[in-house]
Each structure stands twice: as C-alpha cells, then as structure tokens.
C-alpha cells in the first residue's frame, strides 16, 4: 500500500513545485516595476543610462530607410550562470541562480522566432547543470519541433552531458560545441577547466563519438590565454574532426573578470593580439578552424537569463529590459548588435545539420 502511494506523492509534489516556480517568477515580475526602474542592476553590471526615445526612434526610422528591421538572426542564450567548472577567465560568472521557469523561457523564444531568429545556441553557465540536462533538453527539443528553428546548438563543458540525454534529445539538436582549451590536462587544472579526478579530454574524446552515433555536429571552443599559448594542437583537432574550431582571444568584461565585483581575476591569463595571431599561424592547416577577435565576440546578440539582452561593445555587460516586458524589437535597439557586421565576418553559415555533408 506504501509502495503504491510513494509514486503518486513525488508526481504531485513535482507538479506543486513547477506551479510554485510558475507563481514566484510571476510575482517578480509584477514586483520589480515597483521596486525599482529597468534594467535591474544585476551584480557586477552597470546600470545603462535612462534610453534616450528619441535615439531609439531615429535609429528604428534608419533601419525603415534600410528596408529592414533590425532581426535577431543569431541568440546566445544565457539561461543559467550556475557552473561546476571555475576556468579563471571566464565572463560569465555564477552571481545568481536564478532560471526563468520553462514555459517563460519558451513564450520568449517564441518572440525571438517571430522577430525572425533562425539559430539559438544556448549556453551558461553549464546548460546541462539544471535539472540535469532535461531542462535544455525540453528547450532544444521545443526550438526544433515547435519554432522548426534552421539550427539549435548547445555550448557545454561537457562533464555533465550523459548518453541518454543524447538518446532522448540528440534527434532535435544540430550542434553540440564543447570548450576545451587544452589537451594536457595538467593545464586544464590549471586554467580551472577541470572537477576533481574526471579527465576533461577523455570526456571530449567520448562526447565526440556519441556524437557521431547520434548524427548531431560536432564543435570545440577554444580560449587562448597565457597557460596554453605555445600549445600545439594540430593532431589533436584533425583526429576529432570537428566541422568547427571556434578559437576565441581571453577577453576582458568590467564585473565578471576584472574589477571591483568580479569574481574573476583575469590578468594572469591575457595575452596580446601578436601572441593570438602567433597561434593563428601555427594552426593555419587546420580546415576548420575559425578564429574570432575579441571585438566581434562583443558584437554577438547575447541573451541572459532575464531575457534582456546583453550590450558589451563598451566593455561591460549593460542589459536591455526584457523581451517578455517590452517585446524583441524594443529591447534589441540597446544590444549593440551589428546585423551588417554580423554578416560580413561570416557570422551565418552551414548551421542545420540537415544541409550539412557529414561521415557520421
């Protein structure tokens, strides 16, 4: 009788606990208006300056000239800042745990579509930390069978990710991109990129497989900074065959990894632009890879978890109001997003694994 009552006890509890995330996250929203002025001045970010209306106007009535509304072609979504790895550069650090609950998430997504977004990478954070995965995973799995979105793409360390997720999730996914930054794990310790005894680059090497054994593309990020500059990885990148290297220059954001409230200290990893184009140059043989300068990284349309998009051209994170307050079109004239140069550096490319040729 006990066994048969423990089933339906946790079924209703779960349910209690998602409806209760539902009514606390809207209570917050009907709360902050009379708390305090948007955007909410999360830790470490500055406030932005009240938007000038006539500015938003005049840049809206230039883009009418154009012929276009300014679209959100390409969104990294930030839903998460909770992390299990500590990487000593990173700019995107773990100062609230808050996630917007699903169906929020989702109604924002939606919006982004009709705006006219065709990729959504979401990452972190570490995407797979809440609930396990299952929460990007039902996201992932809503972009592509709900929204018919071209491209859905994850970023991940990938020490969370299981083969089940991939049994259950990886058919709605094109690309899954893994970050590691070196393949001696010694300088993986180093750099933060590591948790207690598991191997970092024997996790990618098996990530990479299953990949494979699930059709879903393949990609490695790569942050160069000064533990792993005179790294060679050549053979490494070759063997794994990844249809993209992205290789990224260690960035400076004011409040995440420098300055007053960081919680980060990013000085010991810089290197100069001359030390970045050095291992340009030494992997230039390398037919997938593709580098990225720090300006463009803060040209990207960046998504945080209050859905409020992300202004970083100056350095820092400023954040728009929300979408789910005053819709995408409003709330993208303060991202600092760049569609003409989005476009020229080559920002859209082969990214649905539909049009993709690829040896499984």
């Known amino acids: 009788m006990?066994?048969?009552?423990?089933?339906?006890?946790?079924?209703?509890?779960a349910v209690l606990c998602v409806r209760l995330s539902a009514l606390c996250w809207s209570l917050v929203r009907l709360a902050l208006p009379l708390l305090l002025p948007l955007p909410l001045p999360l830790p470490g970010w500055r406030q932005l300056s009240a938007p000038d209306p006539s500015a938003a106007v005049g840049r809206q009535q230039e883009r009418q000239r154009d012929g276009a509304a300014l679209k959100p072609m390409s969104v990294n979504y930030h839903f998460t800042r909770q992390c299990n790895?500590?990487?000593?550069?990173?700019?995107?650090?773990?100062?609230?745990?808050?996630?917007?609950?699903?169906?929020?998430?989702?109604r924002g997504l939606a919006m982004l579509k009709e705006a006219g977004?065709?990729?959504?990478?979401?990452?972190?954070?570490?995407?797979?930390?809440?609930?396990?995965?299952?929460?990007?995973?039902?996201?992932?799995?809503?972009?592509?069978?709900?929204?018919?979105?071209?491209?859905?793409?994850?970023v991940s360390n990938g020490s969370m990710i299981r083969e089940h997720w991939f049994k259950k999730y990886g058919e709605y996914l094109d690309i899954l991109a893994i970050s590691c930054?070196?393949?001696?794990?010694?300088?993986?310790?180093?750099?933060?990129?590591?948790?207690?005894?598991?191997?970092?680059?024997?996790?990618?090497?098996?990530?990479?497989?299953?990949c494979r054994d699930y059709a879903v593309a393949f990609k490695i990020?790569?942050?160069?900074?000064?533990?792993?500059i005179e790294e060679d990885m050549n053979e490494q990148i070759k063997a794994l065959n990844p249809v993209r290297w992205k290789v990224f220059?260690?960035?400076?954001?004011?409040?995440?990894?420098c300055g007053e409230d960081a919680l980060r200290e990013v000085d010991k990893f810089l290197i100069s632009d001359d030390d970045f184009k050095r291992f340009l140059d030494r992997h230039k043989e390398v037919?997938?890879?593709v580098p990225e300068s720090n300006q463009e990284v803060k040209l990207k349309l960046a998504l945080h978890s209050f859905m409020r998009f992300l202004n970083c051209t100056n350095g820092r994170k400023e954040p728009s109001k929300s979408i789910l307050d005053v819709g995408v079109e409003e709330a993208i004239q303060y991202s600092g997003f760049d569609?003409?140069?989005?476009?020229k550096r080559g920002g859209k490319y082969v990214w649905s694994k539909a049009d993709m040729k690829l040896d499984w």
């Open 2 to 13: 006990h066994m048969a009552v423990l089933p339906l006890a946790r079924a209703l509890l």
């Open 85 to 106: 790895y500590k990487c000593g550069f990173c700019f995107h650090t773990a100062k609230t745990s808050f996630v917007l609950p699903l169906e929020e998430a989702k």
């Open 117 to 154: 977004m065709e990729k959504i990478n979401f990452s972190g954070g570490e995407p797979f930390l809440q609930d396990r995965g299952e929460f990007v995973g039902k996201l992932v799995q809503f972009c592509k069978q709900d929204l018919k979105l071209p491209s859905v793409s994850i």
């Open 181 to 210: 930054d070196s393949f001696d794990e010694e300088v993986n310790v180093l750099i933060g990129r590591s948790q207690g005894k598991k191997n970092h680059v024997e996790k990618l090497h098996k990530l990479r497989q299953w």
């Open 221 to 228: 990020n790569s942050v160069i900074n000064r533990f792993n």
């Open 249 to 257: 220059q260690c960035l400076i954001i004011e409040g995440e990894n």
């Open 287 to 289: 037919s997938c890879l």
């Open 339 to 343: 569609e003409k140069m989005f476009l």
